[in-house]
């Protein structure tokens, strides 16, 4: 098989990732969060806060106790915000997928299947 039927499979790959239900689910949940004022401007405000906090580290000055209480708090605020759950809960089935599609391309790149066939559908080429 040549680089150009390789990049074609990769792509059709990537095509099948596009529609399925996990990224159709992310897709949807990050739509639906746009429109709940609440929960975007609540990120919108960590995401700030974060980025001023990082710089400050980046630029060797010291963040206050009540700099990290505060990311700690949004945090926590971020966590319990149902909306934001959601979408969180529709991130990490996606990052499954993701991880089930790189250890099946690892298991077939080097034709191991030490942790038994099952892993791999029993499709591996040992």
């Known amino acids: 098989m040549n680089s150009e039927e390789i990049?074609?499979?990769?792509?059709?790959?990537?095509n099948a990732i596009a529609q399925s239900?996990?990224?159709?689910?992310?897709?949807?949940?990050?739509?639906?969060?746009m429109g709940?004022?609440?929960?975007?401007?609540l990120i919108m405000r960590y995401q700030e806060a974060k980025t001023?906090?990082?710089?400050?580290?980046?630029?060797?000055?010291?963040?206050?106790?009540?700099?990290?209480?505060?990311l700690d708090i949004m945090e926590q605020q971020i966590s319990s915000h149902p909306?934001?759950?959601?979408?969180?809960?529709?991130?990490e089935q996606l990052e499954k997928l993701m991880q089930a599609v790189y250890f099946t391309m690892n298991q077939a790149?080097?034709?191991d299947c030490s942790s038994g066939?099952?892993?791999?559908?029993?499709?591996?080429q040992m």
Not at 36 to 41: Q, R
Not at 57 to 66: N, R
């Open 7 to 14: 990049i074609k499979i990769a792509f059709e790959l990537g």
């Open 117 to 124: 066939c099952d892993s791999c559908g029993g499709n591996c």
């Open 52 to 70: 001023q906090v990082d710089h400050k580290m980046m630029d060797g000055i010291i963040v206050t106790p009540q700099e990290e209480n505060h």
């Open 36 to 41: 709940k004022k609440e929960a975007y401007e």
């Open 21 to 33: 239900a996990e990224m159709i689910n992310l897709k949807n949940q990050q739509t639906g969060l």
């Open 109 to 111: 790149i080097s034709g």
């Open 83 to 91: 909306d934001i759950q959601n979408l969180l809960a529709a991130q």
